[in-house]
């Protein structure tokens, strides 16, 4: 039974197969939660801090949609496997929904609003059918504990990437086409803006491409930890198996309590316009700050290896406060001698320093969920995967909703459209704005360590559960 959980299960086509499946996945997420609020906003009109609410809104309203997805796979029957068979349902709609947000319509006051809320949710239901599987077949992948770590590490790195992909594919889309994001034409005595069709086509091209990669999960994955199918799990039941899982119910309070980390992808468009001048330049700041996300998940492993999950979780969010401090400081001072190189050098490598925590938001609570599905397993002879990470994928959801929500008031309240027509931004603007894209994610982050100081799913006795669960599969 120790040699089950040891030796290896998975080849490298397969470790390649769901990486680039969640990096095509998470490139459709990352278009939506970087570009939709100034799409609506810059581009159709609306009021940036109603549609931040919005999103909340049916974030929280498509949240029925993750219990039911678990509860389905929790349920599956499929030959496929439980987890493959509901990530092809999800392709089509995914796909379509992710074009369709990004239409330029003729809406205006409470009928854009109401357009806007209807699209992204049902957008937000088709993501759920494809984000709680992808998550969750992480537990299934293989029985060795170690080899699950490496396998979240690697393909979680390409999911970080893919996240932020559309900090690269946007610009370049708005560098080929003339006029850039939008142009301006007169209607009377004021200027109206009337978009080019940049924003669609590139929503077009992620959602293809990414629905492409997504598809390689299904088709060369295998799912070989056995499962019975269970009876109908009520909403209820999974309450109660959050409640009596422990260790699972301080990862997802640790997850909330930090969720200003998820603010700075949420403005990172108008963080850069601000900054840096151009939204175009939104490259310059994603790609610093993901170079320190995918080395600090790269590392994971090996501080997992010398420390345990818990500790890493840990050190990487006290790390992620002073970073963040650090650089809201620095920034703070450049704002006002932008031609100081060394504080301009101190400005980006403090970017690239907030990276190095990233491993703790993105990876650990991956990890930690796998294992507290084993935990579970454990001490009630049953796994619900489906539940957990459908807990897990709706937390993260309503975690980003709600960072995005927070950090578009900030940029509403600053004066940043008012700025942005003026041709200019004063210091202030700056500040309130890179405080939500610094200062305030690492008060979060820092907030967060307090419920991980009670998870014990670490050591000798992650270890002996591993090992138990092999000995009872067998039998």
């Avoid at 459709?28 to 009021?47: H, R, T």
């Amino acid at each position: 039974m120790e040699d089950i959980t040891k030796k290896k299960h998975m080849n490298f086509k397969e470790i390649a197969a769901y990486s680039l499946g969640l990096f095509g996945f998470q490139a459709i997420v990352g278009l939506l939660n970087s570009y939709q609020a100034e799409f609506d906003g810059s581009i159709l009109g609306a009021n940036v801090s109603i549609v931040a609410i919005l999103i909340l809104v049916a974030k929280i309203v498509s949240a029925v949609a993750d219990p039911v997805v678990g509860n389905l796979i929790d349920r599956s029957k499929s030959k496929n496997g439980k987890f493959k068979s509901m990530i092809i349902y999800s392709l089509a709609p995914l796909l379509i929904m992710t074009a369709v947000v990004f239409l330029k319509v003729p809406f205006k006051g409470v009928g854009l609003y109401i357009w806007i809320f209807v699209t992204y949710l049902i957008w937000s239901i088709a993501m759920t059918m494809g984000d709680v599987p992808s998550q969750g077949i992480a537990s299934v992948l293989t029985p060795n504990p170690t080899e699950r770590t490496n396998v979240v590490s690697i393909s979680n790195t390409f999911k970080q990437v893919g996240f932020s992909a559309c900090v690269v594919i946007v610009p370049i889309v708005c560098l080929i086409i003339p006029g850039g994001s939008k142009v301006f034409v007169k209607s009377g005595e004021t200027d109206t803006p009337m978009i080019s069709t940049e924003y669609f086509w590139t929503a077009v091209l992620t959602a293809v491409l990414g629905c492409v990669l997504f598809a390689l999960i299904p088709m060369l994955n295998k799912e070989r930890v056995p499962y019975e199918a269970g009876e109908k799990t009520t909403f209820k039941d999974m309450v109660n198996a959050l409640k009596n899982n422990k260790p699972f119910m301080l990862v997802i309070i640790s997850y909330f309590l930090g969720f200003g980390r998820q603010m700075a992808m949420g403005i990172q468009v108008q963080s850069a316009t601000v900054i840096l001048g151009s939204q175009n330049l939104v490259a310059v700041l994603g790609i610093v700050t993901a170079v320190g996300s995918m080395i600090s998940m790269a590392l994971c492993p090996m501080l997992i290896k010398k420390m345990n999950e818990k500790n890493a979780y840990i050190l990487l969010s006290v790390y992620g406060f002073a970073a963040s401090i650090f650089s809201f400081v620095i920034g703070h001072f450049w704002f006002r001698s932008p031609d100081n190189m060394v504080l301009t050098v101190l400005f980006y490598a403090s970017l690239f320093l907030i990276g190095l925590q990233f491993g703790a938001v993105t990876l650990m609570p991956m990890i930690m969920t796998a294992d507290c599905v084993d935990y579970y397993e454990y001490e009630t002879g049953k796994r619900m995967e489906g539940a957990a990470y459908s807990i897990l994928t709706l937390t993260i959801k309503v975690c980003l909703a709600l960072g995005t929500a927070v950090g578009l008031i900030f940029v509403q309240r600053s004066g940043y459209y008012e700025a942005l027509e003026a041709g200019s931004f004063t210091t202030k603007t700056k500040d309130i704005i890179f405080f939500a894209y610094t200062a305030l994610p690492g008060i979060l982050a820092l907030l967060s360590t307090i419920p991980m100081f009670k998870y014990d799913i670490v050591g000798e006795k992650k270890a002996k559960i591993s090992t138990e669960l092999a000995a009872r599969r067998a039998k």
